[in-house]
């Protein structure tokens, strides 16, 4: 795992810190401002799930800690709310 909070390193390795550090901070505008699912986010992105994934749970739960919060609780309450059979969904247009 890369550290972000290292900025003293050679210039490829800051490269993949600033790449990694916008990769990051745009997963955690997205969910937060949209409140959207990781599938939503992913789409949206142009990541897969598992990269989505993978970012969440390594480095935004490391170096951005309360965006992490935030996302935790949208992703439980999507898992309760939206991981239902669809004859649960209410108001659903089918």
């Known amino acids: 795992m890369v550290d972000l ?3 003293g390193v050679e210039y490829e390795q800051l490269l993949e810190v600033f790449r990694i550090r916008k990769i990051c901070e745009d997963i955690a505008s ?3 401002n949209e409140k959207c699912s990781l599938r939503m986010c992913a789409k949206e992105l142009g990541y897969s799930k ?3 994934h993978k970012y969440i749970h390594t480095y935004i739960k490391e ?3 309360e965006e992490y919060a935030q996302i935790v609780t949208i992703l439980r309450w999507n898992r309760k709310y939206r991981f ?3 004859s649960r969904w209410y ?4």
């Open 5 to 7: 909070s290292d900025l």
């Open 30 to 32: 997205w969910m937060i």
């Open 50 to 52: 598992s990269t989505i």
């Open 63 to 65: 170096f951005y800690e």
């Open 84 to 86: 239902c059979p669809r």
């Open 91 to 94: 108001g659903a247009p089918w």
